[in-house]
Nanobody
């Protein structure tokens, strides 16, 4: 299984980024995927997930982030709008909480939001 996240970068607060994650291997279904993030000195946390085909978001990103998946391309996306400095972290894709592979995170993609 390979999870290749990309699309991160440095933006100012209020800006937008779109993350992509190419998934190789047939373990994951796009109906059970998630975006996770880890900020320096903090534990990894779930940002958004697709579970049984329905999107779910942590409270701090509701209304700003949108998760989607393209099964034909085996690619997961995260549209991030109205970014805040507290969104700064390395972002990873993996399964949703019921399907996450704890030993398969890939390199992630860095998102840095400045004020």
């Amino acid at each position: 299984v390979q999870l290749q996240a990309s699309g991160g970068g440095s933006v100012q607060a209020g800006g937008s980024l779109r993350l992509s994650c190419e998934v190789s291997g047939r373990i994951f279904s796009m109906n059970h995927m998630g975006w996770w993030r880890q900020a320096p000195g903090k534990q990894r946390e779930l940002v958004a997930s697709i579970t049984n085909g329905s999107p779910h978001y942590r409270d701090s990103v509701k209304g700003r982030f949108a998760i989607s998946g393209d099964s034909a391309k085996n690619t997961l996306y995260l549209q991030m709008n109205s970014l805040k400095t507290e969104d700064t972290a390395v972002y990873y894709c993996n399964g949703d909480p019921a399907h996450v592979l704890w030993n398969h995170w890939g390199h992630g993609t860095q998102v840095t939001v400045s004020s």
